[in-house]
């Protein structure tokens, strides 16, 4: 069993910042591992940040540079800063726990746990 809890989402104006909080608990596998994934209207759900128990991370290509994912060191709450927020980058953002943990994937087959989103709105 998990429990994730995203907060911090809200609506901004292209060019601003948000950041994402996601507080998890649940008992899984010591390699467990976070990703960040997001579904806009009409678009399937894509992945866009992971990170590894050892700190890696991986990137969805239209967000590296402007998106940071991080974790505290107790690895239970993992953050998403986003700066220079798009109009295309208006979703649900979801947090997730792949409980085996491996490679660094955004692809969400490999995640277990889900929370159950935070609305994201960028307007131009």
């Known amino acids: 069993d998990a429990d994730l809890v995203e907060s911090g989402g809200g609506s901004v104006r292209a060019g601003g910042s948000l950041t994402l909080s996601c507080a998890a608990s649940?008992?899984?596998?010591?390699?467990?591992?976070f990703g960040w994934f997001r579904q806009a209207p009409g678009k399937d759900r894509e992945g866009v940040a992971c990170?590894?128990?050892?700190?890696?991370?991986t990137y969805l290509s239209s967000v590296e540079g402007r998106f940071t994912i991080s974790q505290d060191d107790a690895r239970r709450n993992v953050y998403l800063e986003m700066n220079n927020l798009e109009p295309d980058d208006t979703a649900i953002y979801y947090c997730?726990?792949?409980?085996?943990?491996?490679?660094?994937?955004?692809?969400?087959?490999?995640?277990?746990?889900w929370g159950r989103g935070a609305q994201v709105t960028v307007s131009s």
């Open positions: 997730a726990v792949d409980e085996i943990g491996g490679a660094c994937s955004l692809l969400q087959k490999w995640y277990d746990y």
């Open positions: 649940g008992s899984w596998y010591s390699t467990y591992q």
């Open positions: 990170i590894r128990k050892d700190g890696t991370t």
